[in-house]
C-alpha cells in the first residue's frame, strides 16, 4: 500500500460551532422581498405565519457568524464532521495533473430525501 | 411531495415516513391551491413551484399549528449548510493545498451555498481568488437562461415575491429530464452572487452527467445522486482543461449525496432511455411575460 493519502477527517471536537452569514459580507446587499397583496417589502411580522420567529430573524441577520444551537450540533454529532477526500483514482483515470478533491455529505439523512 | 416524485421516487417518500412524516403527493385537494391547479389540469404529474403553493397555504391557514420548512433556496438554509465549507476549509488545510475551483450542482442553491460561501468569503476578505462555480441541467437553466426579476417562489403567487434568475413561476420541468434541480427559480443569494460577478455558472446536458457519475463511481467507488453528478461533470471538464492548459489546478466539488435511491434514473440511463433535452427559447420568453408587476 502506498502512502499516499486519500482521507481527510477532522474530530467531532472540530465541528463547526457557527454558521457563516454571507450577507455581513456581500458587497451590495440582498434585494428586498416582497409581499405577493401589497408589493411592498416584507417584515417579520408577515412572515410569522409561515416560519419560526428564530428563522425569520436568521433570514434578515447582517451578523457574520451565528452560533449553533447546542440541540443542532448534538444531532450534527451523529454524522459530522463528513469527509474530505483526494479522488486519485479518478486523477488517474483522466491522466489529469489537476489535484481533485471532493467533500462527501453522503452520510448525512438530509442528503438524499428531496 | 411532487407527485411524479412521489409515483418515481418511492423509497424518498419511505424514508420521510421512515422519520414520521405524513406524505401527500402534490397536487392534492388538500389545499385550494391544489385543487385549483387540478381543476384546470386533473393529470397534473406537479412541480416544486405547485407544492410550495399547497405547504405555504397548509401553514398559513393552520393557525399557527404547522411552520413550512424549505430545504433550499432561502438564505437561512444556504447559512446552515456553510457547515460543510467551514469544515472543508481546514480539512484542505490537512491536505496543504487550497482551491482553484469550487463546484457543486445548484438546484436551489443550498448545497452550492454550503460550500462555495466560506470560500467567498475568503475571497472578499483574504485575497484568495477561487473560481466558484455552479451548474445547472440544460433542462431547468435559471441561472444562465433565466432572467433576473421578482418573481413568485411558488405557482399559484401565495408566497412571498423574491428577485431572482428564474424561468417563470409557472415552469414546468420535461418528464425526461432525470437529474433532479428542478426548480425555477434559485436562491436570492446566490443570484446576487451571480449578478455581482462572484459566481460562475455552467449548464449541462444530462448524458454528460451520468458519463461523468459513472466515470466517478467506477475510479472512486461511490455511485453519486444524479443531482451531485452536475458538479462531478464539470470537476471533471475542469481537470481536462488543466491537463491541456498543463497546469496543476486544484480542484473541489460537493458530493451532495449518493444515488442509492436514484438507481432507476441510473437503470433509464443504461438502458439508452434518456436524451438531452434544451429548453426551448419559446417558453421562456412566454414565461417572462407572467412574471408579477412590481
Ligand atoms: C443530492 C442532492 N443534491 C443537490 C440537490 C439540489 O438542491 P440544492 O441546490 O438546494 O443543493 C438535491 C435536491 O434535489 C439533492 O437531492
Known amino acids: 500500500m502506498s502512502n499516499e493519502v486519500v482521507r481527510f477527517d477532522l474530530p467531532q471536537s472540530e465541528i463547526p460551532h457557527h454558521w457563516y452569514n454571507i450577507q455581513a459580507d456581500l458587497p451590495r446587499p440582498l434585494p428586498p422581498v416582497l409581499h405577493p397583496g401589497t408589493k411592498q417589502p416584507i417584515g417579520p411580522a408577515d412572515l410569522a405565519p409561515l416560519f419560526p420567529m428564530a428563522l425569520i430573524m436568521q433570514e434578515v441577520s447582517q451578523e457574520r457568524y451565528i452560533e449553533i444551537p447546542e440541540e443542532v450540533r448534538e444531532i450534527y454529532k451523529l454524522w459530522r464532521p463528513t469527509p474530505l477526500l483526494r479522488a486519485r483514482r479518478l486523477e488517474k483515470a483522466l491522466d489529469t495533473p489537476a489535484h481533485i478533491y471532493y467533500k462527501y455529505e453522503g452520510a448525512s439523512p438530509a442528503a438524499v430525501t428531496s | 411531495m411532487v407527485k411524479i416524485s412521489y409515483q418515481q421516487k418511492p423509497y424518498r417518500r419511505a424514508i420521510m415516513q421512515a422519520f414520521g412524516a405524513d406524505v401527500t403527493p402534490s397536487p392534492s385537494d388538500k389545499t385550494q391551491a391544489g385543487r385549483s391547479i387540478l381543476e384546470r389540469d386533473p393529470n397534473s404529474t406537479g412541480s416544486l413551484g405547485i407544492a410550495i403553493s399547497e405547504a405555504v397555504e397548509a401553514a398559513a391557514t393552520s393557525a399557527g399549528k404547522y411552520k413550512y420548512s424549505l430545504g433550499s433556496v432561502l438564505n437561512h438554509v444556504l447559512m446552515h449548510q456553510t457547515v460543510i465549507g467551514e469544515e472543508t476549509l481546514r480539512q484542505m488545510a490537512l491536505a496543504g493545498e487550497y482551491p482553484d475551483v469550487v463546484t457543486s450542482c445548484i438546484g436551489g442553491g443550498s448545497n452550492f451555498g454550503g460550500i462555495a460561501l466560506p470560500f467567498l468569503r475568503e475571497n472578499l476578505t483574504a485575497g484568495k481568488k477561487t473560481r466558484l462555480i455552479g451548474v445547472e441541467p440544460a433542462a431547468c437553466p435559471s441561472l444562465t437562461r433565466g432572467t433576473y426579476a421578482y418573481d413568485y417562489g411558488d405557482s399559484v403567487g401565495l408566497g412571498p415575491i423574491v428577485k431572482m434568475y428564474t424561468l417563470g413561476h409557472d415552469f414546468v420541468p420535461a418528464p425526461l429530464h432525470a437529474g433532479g434541480l428542478r426548480y425555477h427559480g434559485m436562491a436570492s443569494i446566490v443570484c446576487e452572487m451571480y449578478d455581482q460577478g462572484l459566481m460562475e455558472a455552467v449548464a449541462v446536458h444530462q448524458l454528460e452527467t451520468f458519463q461523468a457519475a459513472v466515470a466517478f463511481a467506477r475510479a472512486e467507488g461511490i455511485i453519486p445522486a ?55 427559447q419559446e417558453e421562456i420568453d412566454r414565461a417572462l411575460s407572467a412574471l408579477p408587476q412590481v
Do not use: W
Request: hydrophobic share 45%; proline share 4%; aromatic share 12%.
Open chain 2, 226 to 280: 444524479p443531482e451531485a453528478a452536475h458538479g462531478i461533470a464539470v470537476a471533471i471538464r475542469e481537470a481536462l482543461a488543466a491537463k491541456e492548459a498543463g497546469d496543476k489546478r486544484v480542484i473541489l466539488f460537493n458530493l451532495s449525496g449518493h444515488g442509492h435511491f436514484d438507481m432507476s434514473a441510473y437503470d433509464a440511463y443504461f438502458a439508452g432511455q434518456l436524451e438531452d433535452y434544451e429548453y426551448p
